[in-house]
Nanobody
């Protein structure tokens, strides 16, 4: 059973925007941090941003000022608004929640 599902990826031009979503189908009744990671071909998976149950956010330097992480606690859903996308943002983006990984959504930024 898939309990963490990402969506919203796709092909966009440089400078474009995408909004990723991650829905956690589990019933969670305790505080937890959610995070976005990404992995490009031939590279290690890296943290993009995370957000605590209280809404405290952290961003990797390479996305600061361009990406915004948010969450809807009532729906156990995580979002990543990605603006001013660059070709180097091309990767599979993964959601992580309570040490559980989603299967990823592909983001491709290309002219």
């Amino acid at each position: 059973q898939v309990r963490l599902v990402e969506s919203g990826g796709g092909l966009v031009q440089p400078g474009g925007s995408l909004r990723l979503s991650c829905e956690d189908s589990r019933s969670i009744f305790r505080p937890f941090t959610m995070a976005w990671y990404r992995q490009a071909p031939g590279k290690e998976r890296e943290l993009v941003a995370n957000i605590s149950s209280e809404g405290v956010t952290n961003y990797a330097d390479f996305v600061k000022g361009r990406f915004t992480i948010s969450r809807d606690n009532a729906k156990n859903t995580l979002f990543l608004q990605m603006n001013s996308l660059k070709p180097e943002d091309t990767a599979v983006y993964y959601c992580n929640s309570l040490q559980t990984w989603g299967r990823g959504t592909q983001v491709t930024v290309s002219s």
